[in-house]
């Protein structure tokens, strides 16, 4: 079909909700003025593992404004899991305040409701809470290491015989690579306003998959799903951790079916590090062999980690190592060791940002033993297919991502012997990684409800998809656009509201393809229908105006639907790309400046520039993130965080970052979809931070295996073997 129309697809145009986010119209979860709403506050526990012993409300409860303190005592019977280390989900339930059994430091133990935000916060730091401590509580990685399991059978995966590799290689690399604890921040506070009314749920909640919330409310109170709504039509960020339903939502709905009122909930900033999920610490050891000309023959990629001692997640470390390179004999292994810390979630690119690292870092230490441009090396080892599943790839453009960005760059200046690209105080280093991220595809519904007004159609979309931030509003109305051929400002978008048709919501990648070929599908069924209602020929240019005249309707409604072919099925469908860091460290102080990026990226169809840009934009920061500062600290005597507020979780600044050129391949991918949409939100953070040591060791000779990277470290390092003094 021949589309005229310059504000469909693969435009860069603003944000459609701009204006409205300006303006301060756009409503988050905490903003909804619904009334005669009161307010609710966690309290937290104040050890690692015990029981409560006793709880004194009284002065809490004499507090003006104070109509409820909810504890273990009196809190309303739920839904609690059927078996001990539950597998964590984006659907799970969420049973709080059901026991006087504490797990971690920072649990929640009570809920106070008073008719003010303040009233609330001041009662709830007079309730009283006496425990019995168990001095057997886990909170020391180091000396826990015994006690680590093998969570399921897929933990341990393998081909070919790692050491016959082995003992083919004529060189060996074999280090281990450590990433922290992080969390995920988004700027929006964790929020939401629940009403109990009826038997019925409404719930104004900070959720990046909508439909899942639904469920987890349903299923922890043991009500039907259809008597559960829930609205999160603008989200402040998310990165993973809004991704299932947390505790403060179940405490605001059970408090609000308590005393018959709404009730509003905000996590605080401090409770964002007990109570919202985080990146657990992964411990990574890689061991790889190679030829001399540069030919992989082994890769063994085994990461220890932590989950909490009532529920379970693995990061899952080792997926690039299982597809990125072409190697024949290969093991990956994830063990766990539960802990009296909060149960971990996804954060951005989960596995992925932690396990590029370490394999990226383990390639470029190889490259430096073979003498070989660690460019090259990557380039030789490619594969176009993917060895873990045994599947061709849809379409694999890494070599390219590599090649151009070198040249963007302009790799061919890198000096191959570290220390000896100098000016003045700086120490230069190059550094490069390769990237993948998967780019999965769900079912997913639509509607378009089309009106006539004064000769021009005016369409309206709904879904329950999300807007984490990522510009979904904006690529799904130019998707509308493209495929009703009508402007965008003819375009209405209603999202994130649980009485819409459901769709996976925003999370894994995989909600640009979705959201959008959902919504194309209801635009080509629309206007099918219009056609075959006046025996229009399927294949006859119309406008959607003229068939509505035609069929003599003022408004018109259709729905569509969306989901993976069968020949998706049968390919490895990911996205691809690569990053160069220019880093300068000044060689007396450890001080260091990332001063360059290049990312390039093979994403499919990119709806929109400018959206897409802004989503690489924030990976690459992340990425820096991970290596400049970020890092969460457990206090090992009481299992409390040490970082506990911005003022000492460190993120990166505008002066922290460097000066960026990315880069989108063309790339026709319909195995994807019908329409080659692939994810980015998540390939922008991966490898990032390869990069960037592997630049640091270019420059210093000294490599750092353990995130984040400080001056002290740089200082404190000695130089690789091999590295001239």
Known sequence: MKKSNKTGIGNAIDRVEGHLKVMGKAKYASEYPIKNKVYGQGINSTIAKGTITSIDTSEAEKQEGVLKVITYKNAEKLKTFDEEMVSIATDTIAPVLQSNQVHYYGEYVGFVVAETFEQAQYAARLVK?????????????DKSRSKAYKPNEKSDYSRGNLD???????????????????????????????SWENGKVTAYASQQIVEDATIAISATFQIPTKDVRVVSAFVGGGFGSKLNLERHVIMATMASKMI?????????????????????????????????????TALSHETLSHTSTNQ????????????????????????????NLQTPFAMRAPGEATGSFALESAMDEMAWKLKMDPLEFRIKNDTQQDLHKNQPFSSRLLVECLRIGADKFGWKDRKDQPGTNQKGNWLIGYGVSAASRNSPYQKTYAKVILTLEDGKVMAKVQMDATDIGTGSYTIIAQTASEYLDIPVNQITVELGDSDFPVTPGSGGSWGAASFSNGVRSACENAIA?????RNVAGDKEISVAKLMKMNKLKTFESEGMAEPSAEFKKHSVFSFGANFSEVWVDKDTGMYRIKRMVNVASAGKVLNPKTAYGQIIGGLTMGAGMVIAEQTKVEPNFGNFITRSFADYHVPVNLDMANIEVVFLPEEDKIANKMGIKGI?????????????????????????ELPITPEKLIEAGLEPGVMA
């Open 681 to 705: 939100g998540e390939l922008g953070i991966t490898s990032v931070a390869a990069s960037i040591s592997n630049a640091i060791f270019n420059a210093t000779g000294k490599r750092m295996r």
């Open 129 to 141: 809470f006496e425990y019995e401590a168990d001095p057997s509580a886990v909170i020391d990685f």
């Open 312 to 339: 379970e997640f693995q990061e899952p470390c080792g997926m690039v190592s299982k597809m990125l390179y072409n190697v024949a004999n290969a093991t990956v292994k994830d063990r766990l060791i539960p802990m």
């Open 164 to 194: 016959q590799g082995i003992a083919e290689a004529d060189e060996v690399v074999e280090q281990t690579y450590i990433t922290p604890i992080e969390h995920h921040h988004p700027m929006e506070l964790h929020a939401a306003i629940v």
């Open 529 to 533: 229908k219009l056609k075959n209602n």
């Open 260 to 296: 018959n009122r709404p009730v509003q909930v905000t996590v605080t900033r401090t409770q964002m590090f007990t109570n919202t999920g985080m990146r657990q610490l992964n411990e990574q050891k890689m061991k790889i062999g190679a030829k001399k000309d540069g030919t992989l």
